[in-house]
């Protein structure tokens, strides 16, 4: 197994991608942490884990509140003795409200800058000293296509992922030299609960499908493999990457 006895906390692991990478890394050895601010859905996704006779455990988690935050590494350390790999996946897409800059509320703004830039960093935060300690670890960010091109009417959400653009650069330059090796993910239009409310709509769901090469749209699992692989030891020389998993949204 490629992540045997590695310690790993993964945010918005309730569902979608983040259920689909905590679920295969438990599989691949890993004990896992379930960062998750819905109740319901994290502990579910232990309970599955727990089902496949994995080791994984459920941490109420805002990552947008630094206390919550502070308090679940603090549970990591406690349960685990350390942490080896952190998954920033939690996210949120305000559809319907994000909108045009000079038409976009200050709640919608402040609230996915929170959750989708600061959260991001406020998780690296509370666990690179632990890294530091240990020598070593993986930090693999969940960035997006909105953040490198134009997306009407996704003001808030594209902002933050191209912020999570930044603090991956940022944090591979400063940190690769201490042996932790930061990476982003940059996926596709993924059909996962975080876009139910986009891709309910038939015309929105062919445009994307249209959009997309390989002729349709990505699931969980789409990316679970690659999280696996950056966390792996098989990933050992990549710093700083960006790597897509979009059915080819990216080359064309």
Known sequence: MRLNNRVAIITGAGAG???AVAVRYAAEGAKVVIAEIDAATGQATADEIHASQGDGIFVGTDVAEESQVRSMVETTLAHYGRVD???N????LLDGKDRRVHELSNEVWERTLAVNLTGHWLCSKYVIPIMLKQGG???INFASPTGMRG???LTAYSTSKGGIIGLTRAMAADYSHDHIRVNAIVPGTIDTPMNASTLADPDRREKLMAMTPSGR???AADLAGMAVFLASDDADYCAGGFYT???GLMAV
């Open 151 to 153: 997306y009407q009417n």
């Open 137 to 139: 670890g993986c930090i």
């Open 89 to 92: 996946n939690a996210a949120i």
């Open 217 to 219: 749209l990505g699931n």
């Open 17 to 19: 991608i983040g259920k």
């Open 245 to 247: 998993v979009d059915g």
């Open 85 to 87: 790999i952190l998954v």
